[in-house]
């Protein structure tokens, strides 16, 4: 028999995510993206999420089913993102798979985007290994996380106790006057610059950090050390070095998750880790993650970039899972909830 046919669907933010998959097997991953229409106010605005959303969900849903060659009558289980998010944006994701649960009689998770982000790896590389090391980092999350038991239980070891490290990389750009979101133009960018051109402060590496802080970042620190790099050349009539800006500080945020991703894997004697998120689309990181890995002996496991940014198939993925180890759908009345925390994985 072959396994269930689960639909995924993501609206926490700017991206209308349709996926499909049966079991680990992806079959349709189809993106629909409001970002160009927040672009010119440097920021997503919730409002424009939500419409956007109402208009693009059900044209994303017909896409999908056309690609994954399925019809609605051939889903098994519907999974959506129901938190964390933006409430508007969530409920579109939410409302449409209750309805669509209700009229196709098949069971509905509501999951956690911030989960998704690292069981969507399974999509590429199968299963995840008992236990992993997460490592996430999205625009506005940024934990290591011990992943255990087939994702039944995540322990959050450490968190951002400031900005996101897609955050720093949105507000740096902005600095820099690069477009929104502002990630993968640094990345961009950084590609002609010296990412040792400029020494700029890895957080929570101070004296006495270590212990205090042994798992959680800090970038706010390095955005601020950025804007008074820029604004002093600019008050001496320099111009900025746009290229070793973003390298250096790319450098910088991709030092500090992977030194602290390698302790967390050490201190609890796991082999295996995982990058989950839209950052771990960036290739300093993908790349410096991988030299130490190897270094310390440790199995990485990234997505690959389009699996890493907000999609669908990350919550066909999560739904998959929860399914498969026998979990209860979601009760009928289950809430979109802006704040959920990683900790929770599905209601
Ligand atoms: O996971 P995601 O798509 O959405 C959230 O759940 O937040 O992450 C979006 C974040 C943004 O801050 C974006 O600038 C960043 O991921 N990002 C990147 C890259 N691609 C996306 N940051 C650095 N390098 C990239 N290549
Ligand atoms: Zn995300």
Not at 34 to 50: K, N, Q, Y
Not at 110 to 116: E, I, K, P, R, W
């Given at each position: 028999m072959s396994a269930p046919i689960v639909l995924g669907i993501e609206t926490s933010c700017d991206e209308t995510g349709i996926g499909i998959v049966r079991g680990h097997r992806l079959l349709a991953n189809e993106i629909a993206s409001s970002v160009d229409e927040h672009a010119r106010f440097g920021g997503v605005v919730p409002e424009i999420a939500s419409r956007s959303h109402l208009e693009a969900i059900e044209p994303a849903l017909r896409r999908a089913c056309i690609t994954a060659g399925i019809t609605l009558g051939n889903v098994d289980a519907i999974a959506v993102t129901?938190?964390?998010?933006l409430v508007g944006a969530l409920i579109v994701g939410v409302a449409t798979a209750k309805g669509l649960g209700a009229a196709l009689g098949v069971p509905v998770y509501g999951v956690n985007h911030l989960a998704g982000h690292v069981v969507v790896d399974e999509l590429h590389h199968g299963p995840l290994p008992d236990p992993t090391v997460g490592l996430l980092v999205s625009g506005g999350h940024s934990s290591l996380l011990l992943v255990t038991d087939d994702v039944a239980s995540i322990t959050a070891l450490g968190q951002t106790l400031d900005d996101a490290a897609g955050e720093a990389f949105d507000k740096v750009a902005r600095l820099l006057g690069l477009p929104f979101p502002g990630g993968p133009w640094i990345d961009r960018v950084a590609a002609d610059g010296d990412p040792q051109a400029i020494d700029f402060p890895r957080g929570l590496t101070g004296p006495g950090d270590r212990e205090r802080y042994p798992y959680d970042f800090s970038f706010s620190g390095l955005k601020t050390a950025v804007a008074r790099w820029i604004s002093a050349r600019e008050a001496a009539g320099e111009r900025v070095p746009v290229a070793d800006v973003a390298a250096s500080m790319q450098e910088a945020v991709a030092d500090v998750l992977t030194a602290r991703m390698v302790s967390a894997c050490r201190d609890h004697g796991v082999g295996h880790v995982v990058i989950g998120g839209g950052v771990a689309a960036n290739s300093r990181l993908r790349a410096m993650a991988q030299e130490r890995c190897d270094a310390a002996g440790i199995l990485l496991r990234v997505p690959p970039p389009d699996l890493c940014t907000d999609n669908g198939a990350m919550v066909a993925a999560l739904g998959a899972r929860l399914l498969a180890s026998g979990a209860d759908p979601s009760p009928v009345d289950f809430p979109a909830t802006s704040n959920l925390p990683v900790t929770q994985r599905s209601w």
């Amino acid at each position: 028999m072959s396994a269930p046919i689960v639909l995924g669907i993501e609206t926490s933010c700017d991206e209308t995510g349709i996926g499909i998959v049966r079991g680990h097997r992806l079959l349709a991953n189809e993106i629909a993206s409001s970002v160009d229409e927040h672009a010119r106010f440097g920021g997503v605005v919730p409002e424009i999420a939500s419409r956007s959303h109402l208009e693009a969900i059900e044209p994303a849903l017909r896409r999908a089913c056309i690609t994954a060659g399925i019809t609605l009558g051939n889903v098994d289980a519907i999974a959506v993102t129901a938190g964390p998010g933006l409430v508007g944006a969530l409920i579109v994701g939410v409302a449409t798979a209750k309805g669509l649960g209700a009229a196709l009689g098949v069971p509905v998770y509501g999951v956690n985007h911030l989960a998704g982000h690292v069981v969507v790896d399974e999509l590429h590389h199968g299963p995840l290994p008992d236990p992993t090391v997460g490592l996430l980092v999205s625009g506005g999350h940024s934990s290591l996380l011990l992943v255990t038991d087939d994702v039944a239980s995540i322990t959050a070891l450490g968190q951002t106790l400031d900005d996101a490290a897609g955050e720093a990389f949105d507000k740096v750009a902005r600095l820099l006057g690069l477009p929104f979101p502002g990630g993968p133009w640094i990345d961009r960018v950084a590609a002609d610059g010296d990412p040792q051109a400029i020494d700029f402060p890895r957080g929570l590496t101070g004296p006495g950090d270590r212990e205090r802080y042994p798992y959680d970042f800090s970038f706010s620190g390095l955005k601020t050390a950025v804007a008074r790099w820029i604004s002093a050349r600019e008050a001496a009539g320099e111009r900025v070095p746009v290229a070793d800006v973003a390298a250096s500080m790319q450098e910088a945020v991709a030092d500090v998750l992977t030194a602290r991703m390698v302790s967390a894997c050490r201190d609890h004697g796991v082999g295996h880790v995982v990058i989950g998120g839209g950052v771990a689309a960036n290739s300093r990181l993908r790349a410096m993650a991988q030299e130490r890995c190897d270094a310390a002996g440790i199995l990485l496991r990234v997505p690959p970039p389009d699996l890493c940014t907000d999609n669908g198939a990350m919550v066909a993925a999560l739904g998959a899972r929860l399914l498969a180890s026998g979990a209860d759908p979601s009760p009928v009345d289950f809430p979109a909830t802006s704040n959920l925390p990683v900790t929770q994985r599905s209601w």
